[in-house]
């Protein structure tokens, strides 16, 4: 008994052979992997069996929405590779939106960040008004955008630009300010130029903070997009207004399902990036690895 | 030692005082000199105001009096000649640089690929950091950090090299180590140093002077030379009487610094 116990122990607590450590890592990887998908594969098993005790029309089956999904969005011809005309007409300009008030809004907020984080005079002068208008939400301002540039893309794209430049702002801001001073003594010391002090300490210093901005921001961005769309004649969020309005449930949750994959894919992209350019500031934090 | 030598660095009235809510005289008055290839080391106790001296000579800080001459010209703002080392390597280190690169940093854009490289593995050698060079500062440990900063400014080529309690926050087993590195890389690049350190046997096993600072406002209470056979041995040099000697005078000064109260 004794000796079966020890066996069990020195079994469980220190293996005899070292396992492979590749067979480890892909074992591992995949039990991530089951974890990460196996939750949200829980969740649509527990919406479809809901769903389908409820029989409420408001809240279809996930299979259906699904099926509704691939129909408006994926049963184009194949030389178009299966996409419908729909997601020329809707989702093109959704995503022409979504990028170019996110863009315009990052470089302004990046570039003014760094203005008012590296000049202290001038940040004393504007962070007031910063700290006013970041607290005001978008969507308040939207019959303003909407009487100074009309329903068109201008204003999507503005609204946008301008809920997304708060946080790249503050982020920025912040991020250039915890420079740390002894990396800008050491470029006194070995004679660095301004851009060089600028492209090559500022800028990486501040990157994590940046990302993080970004980040928030991507999420910001998604949700002015469909609130705005709702005063539109094309995009998602028309689609899902109007859907909406006109009882079509499946094309509703199916345009809902459309933004939460977007959303998802967005932010996993600029989660690789950041990963590739802050990967310094992970490993410096966790110590030798 | 007796060989004349011209004065590379000299500090003539040297004083500094942080004016503010309350006024605190960091240096009361500092003169002398580090003639050209000599090793000079400055002890003190804590709190004497080694940090802002090396501030003002390296020329990141104004001096409210005196003047620091590098060569003959006046320092004023940090000169091309001078390379400082920090006491906190890791954050003097670029994180998101390797080791290389880290190196790579502080020569001329200018600079041909090959000499660049020919120069980065010179200095790596040097500090005994060959196969490090594609690393990041963060995987390496502290004495090993510390490595690639004083590799850094060798590279640089520097005629004096202000070393700020340099191995003040590694073990005393690396701290050896370096100490006889610096002694080593000394020779190989012919390189004026002045070494600020709290560690009063470190200051004597280095240096061909020391000197010895008061309580702040900091003033110069002794100039000791140091002529203790070379190569300095960790164990040899040590137990040499004069070394002790030595040792025990700037710990009386030093002890009897801390206990005078202002």
Request: aromatic share 8%.
């Amino acid at each position: 008994m004794s000796a079966d116990t020890s066996v069990q122990t020195s079994w469980f607590g220190t293996p005899r052979r070292a396992p492979n450590p590749r067979t480890t890592a892909r074992l591992r990887r995949l039990k991530d992997f089951a974890i990460r998908w196996g939750a949200l594969l829980g969740l649509g098993v527990a919406w479809e069996i809901v769903a389908l005790l409820l029989r409420s029309p408001f809240f279809p089956p996930l299979t259906k929405v699904i099926d509704r999904f691939v129909q408006l969005w994926f049963s184009g011809p194949p030389e178009a590779f299966f996409l419908t005309e729909k997601v020329g007409t809707d989702l093109v300009p959704s995503l022409i939106r979504l990028f170019g008030g996110w863009g315009i809004g990052v470089i302004l907020g990046i570039v003014l960040g760094v203005a008012i984080g590296r000049n202290k005079v001038f940040g004393d002068f504007v962070e007031p008004i910063i700290h006013f208008a970041r607290a005001i939400p978008p969507p308040a301002l939207l019959p303003i955008f909407f009487i100074l540039l009309g329903i068109g893309n201008e204003m999507k794209i503005s609204l946008i630009a301008f809920a997304v430049l708060w946080p790249v702002l503050l982020n920025t801001i912040d991020g250039v300010r915890s420079v740390e001073t002894l990396h800008l003594d050491t470029a006194r010391v070995f004679e660095f130029g301004r851009a060089k002090v600028f492209f090559s300490i500022v800028l990486p210093s501040a990157s994590p903070k940046i990302f993080a901005g970004l980040r928030v921001s991507l999420a910001v961005a998604l949700i002015v997009l469909v609130i705005s769309e709702m005063t539109s004649s094309s995009g998602i969020g028309y689609n899902v207004v109007i859907a909406q309005r006109g009882f079509r449930m499946l094309d509703m949750w199916a345009g809902i399902l459309v933004l939460g994959i977007l959303g998802y894919i967005l932010n996993a992209l600029l989660a690789l990036v950041e990963s590739r350019v802050t990967r310094w500031h992970r490993g410096s934090r966790e110590g030798v690895s | 030692m007796t060989v004349a030598t011209k004065d590379l660095l000299v500090i003539e009235g040297l004083g500094h005082v942080y004016e503010g809510r309350t006024r605190h005289e960091a240096i009361g008055r500092l003169d002398f000199t580090v003639p050209e290839g000599a090793f000079v080391s400055i002890v003190g106790p804590s709190g004497c105001g080694k940090t802002t001296m090396l501030r003002c000579l390296s020329g990141l800080m104004k001096p409210t009096r005196g003047t620091v001459l590098l060569e003959g010209e006046p320092v004023d703002g940090v000169p091309r000649d001078l390379a400082l080392v920090f006491q906190d390597y890791s954050r003097s280190l670029f994180p998101w640089r390797t080791v290389a690169g880290n190196i790579a940093f502080v020569l001329p854009r200018s600079m041909e690929k090959a000499e660049r490289q020919s120069r980065i593995d010179e200095v790596l050698d040097a500090v005994g950091l060959t196969g490090s060079a594609d690393k990041y500062p963060w995987q390496l440990s502290g004495g090993m950090q510390q490595r690639v900063a004083i590799a850094r400014a060798l590279a640089y080529r520097p005629k004096i090299l202000l070393m700020d309690e340099p191995f003040a926050s590694v073990d005393a087993q690396t701290r050896a180590e370096l100490e006889d590195l610096m002694l080593q890389v000394r020779d190989q690049f012919g390189m004026t140093i002045l070494f600020v350190t709290h560690d009063i046997d470190e200051s004597v096993y280095l240096a061909d002077q020391v000197l010895v600072l008061s309580k702040s406002p900091s003033t110069i209470v002794a100039k000791l030379d140091v002529d203790l056979p070379r190569p300095r041995d960790q164990v040899a040099t040590r137990e040499d009487s004069d070394f002790v000697r030595l040792r025990s005078d700037i710990a009386r000064m030093i002890r009897e610094q801390s206990q005078i109260r202002k």
